[in-house]
């Protein structure tokens, strides 16, 4: 039996899809949403479409972006020699933030996983390998140190070696299945700093 309305119902349900939203948040979520200004709903649904509809893989690095190459990416600054790959745009910003770092990034939009049955075609992992076909010195593999992180690492150093690029890991100390991004930044920079060759 729907103890709400048929529209509440559908609301609650599509906030309940949401990652890290039970049952109960999405209904104080849906009611929150319910008694805000009209304007003030829209102005919120209006951001996820214009979202949705305008952001893109960059072109380069495929980091979200709302631009065909992203900032980084179309900074001559950087280094472009030296490429970090990372598990999301999460993990990106967050070594962004360290202000620390030059070079570019690669974003693989995942990690593989034989659990979960993501493999290496499931991530982007063939648009690195063409962007190693230039000149690149260096592939620092700032996955996480998670199984999947891991597995994933040790799969693109087999991959990069044979092209004699050089390949470094971001040194542990880094949690055991923590997230980069909630790593602080001072961990991030040593572990930067203190990674190893492959
Ligand atoms: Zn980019």
Redesign the pocket.
Known sequence: MDYYSQRINQLVEQLAQLPGVGSKTAQRLAFYLLAQPKEKVNRLADTIREAREHVCY??????L?DRP??????DAKRNHRVIMVVENTRDLVAYEKTGKYDG??H?LHGAISPMLGIGPGEIRLKELMTRLQGDVDEVIIATNSSLEGETTAMYISKLIKPTGIKVTRIASGVPVGGDLEYIDEMTLLRALEGRVEL
Do not use: D, F, G, L
């Open positions: 960059c072109k380069e690095c495929c980091t972006t190459v992203c900032n980084i990416c179309a570019v990034y974003v």
